[in-house]
């Protein structure tokens, strides 16, 4: 077992002394932690959920620690939270403001593939990312924020028109990696929609920069519509008319379902007395079919029963 044999050099200890240990460990909680049929040796699924727990136990112990010491209570109510980079920046600001002044923020934009090691790993109390099957069974916990939609936009020309079409042959394609969750329904998509004829032009994980490349006028993207108000609405992006081809999205919040440090349960408790409400304005805008549904969307955080919060 080369792991367990480095691992064994890195603490100055034998390998059959190392693997003892384990074994003595694996006894004393009553479970196998490492699936050992496999190779290379991965933690079992129990040993994932007990290396997340010991992870939160010692992230306490830290924080009781500084609060005996009178240091800074900074770690003391540090929340960590992984979200997917279009989430990060057009969902999270809006979630802090609405939040109570108990808590500090350590925040890390993650591709959404990252989520569940980031959880079981205990390195994230909480995890803002998209639709993920695996996540929503045990040993995980979730909050579902809202649905939303990708459209395909493109630049402007300097009449207001869309500068490439659907139609055209070998349209430039701006698109998600292909293994994060918006690149594999997107590829879904254009798969079904063998008419289309297109030439990958660039590939990132972030909307935002995929939004930037499009604004430049490099391609077609297909974009979350929470993240392209205010370039739809100025006319800097054009929306390709095309309703088969606009793609549903669902934003969730996700944990361990085992219990976490206080400020973390609070924190969580919090984020179930919000409500994220997605609305759309009456306003048209720079759409070449006015009844096509547009991607006018406000995302907007409050408190249930207060008003809105714009995002």
């Not at 003595?24 to 727990?53: D, Y």
């Not at 490349?213 to 800097?236: H, K, N, T, Y």
């Not at 219990?259 to 409400?277: K, Y």
């Amino acid at each position: 077992m080369p792991q367990f044999s480095q691992a064994a050099v890195s603490r100055y200890v034998s390998q059959p002394a190392f693997s003892r240990r384990i074994r003595a460990l694996e006894q004393a909680i009553g479970v196998e932690l490492f699936n050992r049929q496999v190779t290379p040796l991965q933690l079992s699924e129990q040993g994932k959920i007990f290396h997340s727990q010991i992870r939160h136990l010692l992230q306490q112990l830290e924080s009781n620690l500084a609060e005996l010491r009178g240091g800074s209570d900074y770690a003391q109510r540090k929340i960590k939270i992984a979200a997917a980079h279009s989430l990060s920046l057009g969902l999270l600001p809006s979630i802090i403001s609405q939040m109570p002044p108990l808590f500090t923020w350590a925040i890390e934009a993650i591709d959404v593939d990252e989520a569940a090691d980031k959880l079981r790993e205990g390195q994230s109390d909480c995890i803002f990312s998209f639709h993920d099957e695996d996540l929503l069974e045990a040993p995980f916990d979730h909050i579902r924020l809202f649905e939303s939609q990708l459209f395909p936009v493109c630049a402007s020309d300097e009449h207001g028109e869309a500068l490439f079409n659907l139609a055209q042959p070998h349209f430039p394609l701006l698109n998600y990696s292909r293994n994060s969750y918006m690149g594999r329904l997107i590829n879904r998509t254009l798969t079904r929609h063998s008419e289309l004829s297109f030439s990958t032009f660039f590939v990132s994980s972030m909307s935002e920069l995929l939004k930037q490349v499009a604004l430049d006028g490099c391609g077609i993207a297909w974009l979350p519509e929470f993240a392209i108000q205010q370039e739809i609405r100025s006319g800097q992006l054009v929306v390709l008319n095309r309703d088969e081809l606009v793609i549903p999205i669902q934003a969730y919040a996700y944990r361990m379902n085992t219990r976490m440090n206080p400020v973390a349960e609070r924190f969580w408790r919090e984020l179930r007395e919000l409500e994220i409400v997605l609305s759309r304005h009456s306003r048209a805008s720079h759409y070449a079919n006015r009844h096509y549904p547009r991607p006018d969307q406000t995302l907007a955080v409050h408190r249930r029963g207060t008003a809105l919060s714009q995002g």
